[in-house]
């Protein structure tokens, strides 16, 4: 954790609300880009935000400041992310792994679409699953590690998940599995 | 193309995609900002108004637990009088400007004869042979946090005056120095003595300890004394949440 974070975490436990602002300066831009990420939907990333800084404020007291912030705060941020989304029922609307692969090899081989607009579809069209993994590694930098800790998974899943997720955009970019 | 350069190009697609959601950042405050820290638009003078009327609520109270506790009757009236005092209710508290809602649980305590609302969210009551002692709920195991309590004794035997000496005394003792000795309204109709430390003695000034004692004469030879422990940095913070619990005192009878 920086010592920014902790020493805003230490007043907003006494109960400094300026500090609580002061964190969510610090932290909100990168939610709200991950929960948009997730979701594709700003209303509802708006909505899961608040959530997650409402939720935060209220469990504060339980975190323990001499582990790293993010890690936390992210977890609170997919559990409601997944929560909001089992409640949208826009589950049912994410699309088969494996069937976007099919469409990806489709699109790689058309050649008439800009590569930002291939690369904005295959991310969109992934499931939440690999959507994620994908976020939360290249898009907030934590390691595999943090990653399979904040959904409690085993490292080699992520691994796996990463590496399917990232040879979609390959390509869909026209590249190879060995890039 | 290289891996580090995939790397750099999908956190280059994702930053540019989701671009246009950091202008909802505003908003997003907003609605967090009213959910957590409600405002509430009452005028101070509402205050005054409201501590005249729970002190004649209170006087009252006190008459009546004289009056009807000798008897059947009176003990059947004395524990209506105590339903009076509902368990949980809502309290303002202003922090540095902005004002909270606070849910706060009543505490009663016979023995000592006084019940205090707790804002049970950041204190615990802890009930000790002689006095009930007020402390943050969250431990703080692996940092070095300054104390934090409020204590509440009640005194039988002794005079208002030697009192005084008592707290006068044990300020001194801790080595710390007396700034402000007075009669109070708020947060109660007491006298008041603080100690504060000397903050050159401390690595972090904002550690400085400040002992604040209310001395509470009920006028029935009851003396109530309530000790309150905090440090610089947490003044605005657990010294207005302290007082805010001190505000909701009341001295109940037995006899």
């Known amino acids: ?179 | 193309m290289s891996k580090p350069e995939w790397n750099k190009k999908i956190k280059n697609h994702l930053i540019d995609q989701t671009e246009s959601i950091t202008e909802l950042k505003e908003s997003t405050w907003q609605n967090i900002d009213k959910e957590l820290f409600p405002t509430v638009k009452k005028k101070k003078r509402r205050r005054r108004t409201k501590q005249v009327i729970v002190s004649i609520a209170g006087a009252a109270m006190i008459m009546l637990f004289i009056m009807f506790s000798s008897n059947e009757q009176g003990l059947a009236m004395m524990q209506s009088i105590r339903e009076i005092f509902v368990e949980e209710k809502k309290q303002i508290v202003e922090l540095e400007g902005n004002k909270e809602v606070r849910d706060v649980h009543l505490n009663k305590n016979y023995q000592l004869e006084y019940v205090l609302y707790v804002d049970e969210s950041y204190y615990k009551v802890i009930e000790q042979e002689n006095s009930d002692l007020i402390l943050p709920k969250m431990e703080f195991e692996d940092i070095d946090v300054p104390e934090i309590s409020m204590e509440i004794m009640q005194h039988t035997d002794i005079s208002k005056d030697e009192l005084i000496d008592e707290v006068i005394t044990e300020i001194t003792d801790s080595g710390l120095t007396i700034n402000q000795e007075e009669e109070v309204m708020y947060p109660l109709e007491s006298l008041v003595i603080k100690g504060v430390g000397n903050t050159e003695e401390y690595a972090n000034p904002g550690d400085t300890p400040i002992h604040r004692y209310y001395i509470k004469d009920t006028g029935s030879g009851q003396l109530f004394l309530i000790k309150q422990v905090y440090f610089l940095t947490a003044a605005e913070g657990h010294g207005v949440r302290l007082n805010s619990m001190l505000e909701t005192f009341e001295v109940i009878s037995n006899n």
């Open chain 1, 1 to 179: 954790m920086t010592s920014q974070d902790k020493k805003l975490i230490k007043k907003i436990k006494k109960g400094n609300q300026r500090a609580f602002k002061q964190l969510y300066e610090i932290h909100s831009n990168y939610a709200l880009r991950t929960a948009y990420a997730i979701t594709r939907n700003q209303s509802d990333a708006s909505d899961i935000v608040q959530e997650t800084f409402i939720r935060v404020y209220r469990n504060i007291d339980s975190f323990d400041v001499s582990k790293p912030f993010k890690p936390w705060f992210y977890q609170i941020l997919i559990n409601e992310s997944k929560r909001y989304l089992k409640k949208m029922s826009q589950v049912e609307m994410n699309v088969e792994f494996e069937h976007v692969l099919d469409y990806l090899f489709y699109f790689s081989n058309e050649g008439d679409m800009s590569i930002r607009e291939d690369i904005e579809w295959g991310i969109e069209q992934l499931d939440e699953i690999h959507r994620l993994v994908i976020t939360l590694k290249y898009l907030n930098g934590f390691s595999v590690k943090e990653i399979a800790e904040m959904l409690e998974v085993n490292v080699n899943t992520i691994k796996s998940r990463l590496f399917k997720g990232r040879k979609q955009l390959k390509l869909i970019l026209g590249g190879t599995n060995n890039e």
